[in-house]
């Protein structure tokens, strides 16, 4: 990775911050050399700060972290694309980007939801809980509740009810959830196999 920072007669070049789960953009900074490389180093993503006139890691003071997973350069070699994995709220005043966005998506909760399912997994005694009752069944259980709930969604896909077609897609991505966990998989372990496909 080269990056070009004589553009700029402070040495600096803009950093784009990613989440790397939701796509989401948290924030826009600026990095030296010396910053690109402490971020490299520490895993931690390191800015120079142009108010400070130095290093800063964002979260040194509030413990809202970004946990470095990728860095991309641009086609310039002038501008960082940076993926993490944010730690708290992003921007200092407490929201999740610093445009006041929430940093959701439908996939952060699909994560939400596969925490659920492990708790429920985890604790199978708890007698109110459906997911729970599953476990305790076993296999079969879930494995014939997935199998009548693709049934479902194919039946559906027959009609002209899109409700109706959507509300069993959906119980039929419940169940697959369940399913994957307890054969000792979470969703990331298929989309990686899909992503693998993609990249061939």
């Known amino acids: 990775m080269k990056i070009d920072f004589s553009k700029d007669k402070d040495g600096l070049v803009p950093a784009i ?4 789960e939701t796509r989401n953009v948290l ?13 490299k180093e520490t895993k931690k993503v390191t800015f120079f700060s142009r108010s ?6 964002k979260g040194e003071e509030s413990g809202n972290f970004l946990h470095l997973i990728d860095l991309k350069v641009d086609c310039d070699n002038d501008t960082l694309l940076i ?8 921007c ?3 929201t999740d980007t610093c445009w006041g966005e929430n940093n959701t998506s439908e996939m952060t909760f699909l994560a939400t939801l596969e925490e659920v399912i492990a708790d ?7 007698e109110k809980s459906y997911v729970a009752s599953l476990f305790r069944s076993g296999m079969n259980k879930i494995a014939q509740k997935v199998g009548e709930e693709a049934v479902e969604v194919v039946i559906e896909a027959k009609d002209e009810n899109d409700d109706l077609f ?3 897609s959906a119980d039929l991505l419940f169940h697959y959830l369940i399913l ?11 989309t990686r196999i899909l992503s693998s496909r993609h990249s061939k």
């Open 52 to 57: 400070k006139q130095r290093l800063w890691t």
């Open 166 to 168: 959507l509300n069993e």
């Open 92 to 94: 200092h005043t407490g």
């Open 180 to 190: 994957l966990q307890a054969k000792g998989y979470r969703l990331s372990d298929v």
């Open 120 to 126: 429920r997994r985890s604790n199978p005694e708890n």
């Open 83 to 90: 993926s993490v994995n944010p730690e708290g709220p992003t």
């Open 27 to 39: 924030m826009l900074g600026y990095m030296n050399e010396e910053a690109l490389e402490k971020t």
């Open 17 to 20: 911050i990613q989440d790397a």
